[in-house]
């Protein structure tokens, strides 16, 4: 305790304007480090509200159902994460210049057929077969929509006429490896396209 009084003896008496210039420079340390702390708060604060904004664009805050992305060359690109909305996509489909009609199905089921007039012999024969099996890679329905990947199509409208329209059917599989098997078809122009009926289909 001595060498602690001893020590405080040494120390000179501060004057008023000692404190006061402890107290500004006290004080200004206090602002510095304010402005340092705050300005990554309200980034932060602005990274939430952004966040904020942005999650409804994703329907369910994940992965969507669906993405049409219209590509440079002029073919669409559809990637299917999940069966559900078929409206949406049908909707997605016509803003991109496609005139479409999707159909969700449940494993084992199809469309019960005839739903319209096919543009080629691709819809409504059981398989292409002897001299129907040399054309089946000219027929326009063949060319207009191609499966790329377990999850995405490609639409090439240039082998789409003006009035028809592209007919897709996408069935459940139930396995990851190949989640939905696809049949696309194009209905001529002038028919109709009837709603879809599922039907058991044992095949």
Known sequence: MKAL????QDVPVASFEDLA??????MDGMHTRRRVVTAPRLLVAA???????AAPLIAGGGTPAYAVTENPDGTITVALNEMRDPEG????????GVTADVSFLAPRTRCADPRFEGTDPSYGSPGP????RTGVERWRSFQATQVVDVHKIRIRPEFIRPGETLVLEFRDNRNAQRPWTLG???????SPVKPCTP?????
Do not use: E, F, K, S
């Not at 210039?21 to 006290?26: E, I, N």
């Not at 078809?185 to 002038?190: E, K, P, Y």
């Open 5 to 8: 009084d001893d020590m405080w």
């Open 21 to 26: 210039g402890a107290r500004r420079r006290l």
């Open 47 to 53: 990274g939430v509200a952004a966040a904020a904004v």
């Open 89 to 96: 996509l049908r909707a997605d489909l016509l803003a991109a």
């Open 129 to 132: 077969t002897g001299a129907l």
């Open 184 to 190: 696309a078809w194009l209905a001529r122009a002038g």
């Open 199 to 203: 039907v058991a289909d044992p095949a």
